[in-house]
């Protein structure tokens, strides 16, 4: 159906995404026809029906397929002379059209498309006297800080409010000189030429200097003349999502009580850079109104704090209201005396909610200037908030449970009857759902020595420093109880694979051997001996679970303490059986055993297939399909991961290609790394071997590597990563949010996109806490320009929840299983039937 009065506008580009790209921004303007062609052949048949246009756009990648597009569009007599503009890839080596047409790069499409082509239709259509002055505004995404200046001398014009607010000065900017607003960091004067991200100081009217970075374009018109549009980014917003996510990392560590709460407040204010913080709690059937909990300045002098059932801010939030002011003119709330008597600018005053989204407390966050960083300075206090809920909850849990007899009062765990209690509903959950669970039975080594040498009150001092490392040590939803004595016990729920138990294990045995620091200043050492049954593998009864796992605790004792051990019915057929399976798998390939399956990975926002993760699975000849999560370890310990690994890359290389020709859709392959494949010296080549051998882009190739992999383990891996990045293919950091060091990764790898583990993706619905670091991690992966896929969605609610907070990728069975190559090609030709048929009804 066609638009009376819009512009026709062909699309012809062969890459999917940037066909999509200009789609979106196009038809979002609502004012043009779009006909789109993503071949030379499928161009020539839409031209032969000679639809009006007035407008080509073409990608610019240099491809032969564009070339020979350009030279059809040209044969038509109809479109000999139409105007056409140019999409250039971004990246250093990208460069312009030699003719002189008009051109954009590939990441400004959605901000500035619609504008250019509405510009070059009118230019193109309209008689010259009447063109009106080009509004040079459309460089810049909406809310950037901007200015346009004349070319001659630097001279600005016209500035943003953005812009003015960033230099805190009253006076508007118009007549002010380029080099009097931006230094650039490499000396260069004004007016610099075109250029993107260039580094600069921004001055304040105020003195004051702002890091940031400047895009520059340089626009000639025969009516405005040449000017200059400048945009700005202030990079003190990205060093706060760095420092905030830090933050996030180690949050969750600190306890619960008074001294971990206080603990938790200072480091907010230290991470936000803040100059107050202030947290209530407000439980409902406490008397006396709000009482403080933690309270931080780091403001000059010494403030007066005014009682919280006086301040109007704590009175809206326990009604469940939150307040956001950020100091940029928006979101003024009525006077209140602490604000004041603080004074801050800008701060955040949110209510602390319990699962059932009651008041428990109020959590108040300031400073006493504006916020710049305002979008990550609010998502940051959030995140900490639902922390500071999570534990005022859990402490009035522990009341209540103290009152009813269900907690043990020294360390405050639930005791032995709430244990078995919730041990038996997890089982219950367990058997409906199929989840598998583990349970550690914990015991203090020498702990008989401790209280007859030194005393029980250092014993109980060592068992409450126990505890509080237990429960730091495991997630939220994770169940930490005082059994009996000196022993523990843990139930670690929602476990995708065994490695993660032993992960943990490995963490809490660690997290022991660190002195305990008793409260007459000594230091006493305290190790624990730990051992493990899963649920239903080696028990589906709570007892028996329990007896097995004291069994390998002693078996843990037997060889040394101060570690762990699985249960394992016969330790010496146990070691058998794995001895025999590595025997197998090592001529698992020969024998043509070894399978690789495909996840799809599919876009938040249309949910069609953007990529796939390759899996490699063993089908043993006898015992069938074997879990990864038990022969992958056995591959890595006796080195076999190298040889299988350099199959599932050359296989699943050869078959993305294949894909490629077939569909020719640009699909993203996912193949895992080991931290032994990433200690071969010749890994690079390995890859780039492939690449050639099979044809595969290397732009299509992204290689996946485990955040539990750390610089420590593989001590030339920033290296070894940055020999793969040259050849052009992708690097993406897997289970993001498990490991000890998500910040560094962040900072030193070259990494494009970072997928968060399904064991948050999971709890989403379920833990709040969780919730939260996922949300948190999103919007800071993208402001350290890095993709985001979410592992393990399974439910319409991981789903809404991942989309609504702007998760850019999803993977997980709610879209598809893990499929062998042959399922996995019929679901690609099953998409192109649907697409094919949607295309013929849009055109009937």
């Known amino acids: 159906m066609s638009v009376p009065d819009a512009s026709g506008v062909l699309i012809f580009t062969p890459r999917r995404d940037t066909r999509r790209a200009v789609f979106d921004a196009l038809d979002a303007d609502g004012g043009f026809v779009l006909l789109s062609a993503r071949d030379a052949l499928q161009l020539e048949t839409l031209l032969a029906d000679a639809p009006p246009l007035q407008l080509a756009v073409v990608g610019g990648d240099g491809s032969d397929d564009v070339r020979l597009g350009l030279r059809i569009l040209r044969s038509f007599a109809a479109y000999r002379d139409i105007p056409v503009m140019y999409l250039v890839p971004d990246g250093p080596l990208a460069v312009a059209p030699?003719?002189?047409?008009?051109?954009?790069?590939?990441?400004a499409i959605a901000a500035e498309l619609a504008q250019r082509v509405r510009m070059a239709v009118a230019v193109d259509t309209t008689p010259r006297a009447s063109v009106p002055a080009p509004d040079f505004r459309f460089a810049f995404d909406a809310g950037a800080a901007w200015v346009i200046a004349t070319a001659v001398d630097g001279c600005i014009v016209e500035a943003g409010g953005a812009m003015q607010r960033l230099c805190a000065d009253d006076a508007p900017l118009h007549g002010r000189l380029l080099r009097d607003v931006f230094s650039m960091a490499d000396g260069a004067a004004w007016p610099?030429?075109?250029?993107?991200?260039l580094a600069c100081m921004m001055r304040r009217a105020d003195g004051g200097e702002i890091p940031g970075e400047v895009d520059v374009r340089h626009l000639v018109d025969e009516v405005a003349g040449h000017r200059v549009a400048v945009a700005f980014r202030d990079l003190r917003s990205g060093d706060t999502a760095a420092r905030a996510l830090s933050l996030l990392s180690v949050l969750d560590a600190c306890p619960s009580d008074d001294e971990g709460l206080g603990e938790a407040a200072a480091m907010l204010a230290d991470a936000l850079d803040l100059d107050a913080v202030g947290v209530w709690s407000a439980l409902p059937e406490a008397d006396g109104g709000p009482q403080v909990?933690?309270?931080?300045w780091n403001g000059p002098g010494r403030v007066e704090w005014a009682d919280a059932s006086d301040l109007p801010v704590v009175k809206l939030c326990l009604a469940g209201e939150a307040l956001v002011h950020l100091g940029d003119g928006r979101g003024e709330v009525a006077a209140d005396p602490l604000v004041e008597a603080l004074g801050l600018r800008a701060f955040v005053v949110l209510p602390l909610l319990d699962e059932r989204r009651s008041p428990l407390g109020v959590l108040l966050a300031g400073r006493r200037r504006p916020a710049?960083?305002?979008?990550?300075?609010?998502?940051?206090?959030?995140?900490?908030?639902?922390?500071?809920?999570a534990a005022l909850e859990l402490r009035r849990a522990r009341d209540q449970g103290r009152e009813r007899g269900l907690v043990d009062t020294l360390t405050g765990l639930p005791n032995r009857l709430l244990f078995h209690d919730r041990l038996d509903t997890t089982i219950r959950e367990a058997e409906r759902t199929g989840e598998l669970f583990a349970v550690l039975l914990v015991d203090l080594d020498r702990f008989k020595g401790i209280n007859d040498t030194l005393g029980h009150a250092v014993g109980d001092q060592v068992l409450t420093a126990v505890a509080r490392r237990l429960r730091a040590s495991v997630r939220a939803s994770d169940t930490v109880a005082r059994y009996a004595g000196d022993e523990f016990t843990v139930v670690l729920r929602h476990i995708i694979k065994r490695e993660d138990v032993l992960r943990i294990a490995e963490k809490i045995v660690q997290a022991m051997e660190a002195p305990l620091h008793l409260d007459d200043g000594s230091a006493l050492q305290a190790t624990i001996s730990m051992g493990i049954a899963y649920f239903p593998d080696d028990a589906v009864e709570g007892e028996l679970l329990l007896r097995h796992a004291d069994e390998a605790m002693y078996g843990a004792k037997s060889l040394g303490r101060?570690?762990?051990?699985?249960?394992a019915a016969n330790v010496d057929t146990a070691q058998q059986q794995q001895g025999e399976l590595k025997a197998h798998l090592r001529h698992a390939e020969r024998n043509g055993e070894l399978r690789v399956f495909y996840q799809?990975?599919?876009d938040a926002a249309s949910e069609d297939i953007v990529g796939m993760e390759a899996l490699v699975r063993w089908e043993h000849p006898q015992l069938g399909m074997i879990s990864p999560g038990f022969f992958i370890p056995l591959a890595e310990a006796s080195g076999l991961i190298v040889p299988i690994g350099e199959w599932v890359l050359r296989t699943a290389c050869a078959q993305a290609k294949a894909w490629e020709d077939t569909y020719g859709l640009g699909l993203r392959l996912g193949v895992n790394l080991s931290a032994v494949q990433l200690m071969q010296p010749n890994l690079a080549g390995v890859v780039a071997s492939a690449l050639k051998e099979t044809g595969l882009e290397p732009a299509q190739l992204e290689l996946e590597v485990t955040e539990s992999i750390s610089v420590k383990t593989v001590p030339h891996l920033v290296e070894t990563l940055d020999a793969l990045h040259a050849l052009g293919c992708r690097i993406a950091i897997d289970d993001f949010g498990t490991g000890a060091a998500s910040l560094d990764y962040l900072r030193r790898l070259p990494a494009d996109r970072i997928k968060i583990d399904q064991s948050f993706v999971r709890n989403i619905g379920v833990d709040p806490d969780d919730e939260a670091i996922v949300r948190a991690t999103i919007e800071m992966a993208h402001r350290l320009k890095r993709g985001v896929v979410a592992e393990g969605v399974e439910i319409e609610q991981h789903l809404q929840f991942l989309r609504a907070?702007?998760?850019?990728?999803?993977?997980g069975y709610l879209f598809c299983r893990p499929l062998p190559t042959a399922g996995f090609d019929k679901l690609l030709g099953e998409r192109e039937r649907l697409v094919a048929e949607?295309?013929?009804?849009?055109m009937a």
């Open 98 to 107: 030699d003719d002189g047409a008009p051109w954009l790069r590939e990441s």
């Open 192 to 197: 610099v030429p075109d250029g993107d991200g």
């Open 293 to 296: 909990v933690a309270r931080i």
């Open 372 to 389: 710049s960083d305002g979008r990550v300075f609010e998502l940051a206090l959030r995140a900490a908030a639902a922390r500071f809920s």
């Open 562 to 567: 101060n570690n762990y051990q699985v249960y």
């Open 600 to 602: 799809p990975q599919v």
């Open 805 to 811: 907070n702007g998760c850019d990728e999803l993977q």
């Open 838 to 842: 949607g295309r013929a009804m849009a």
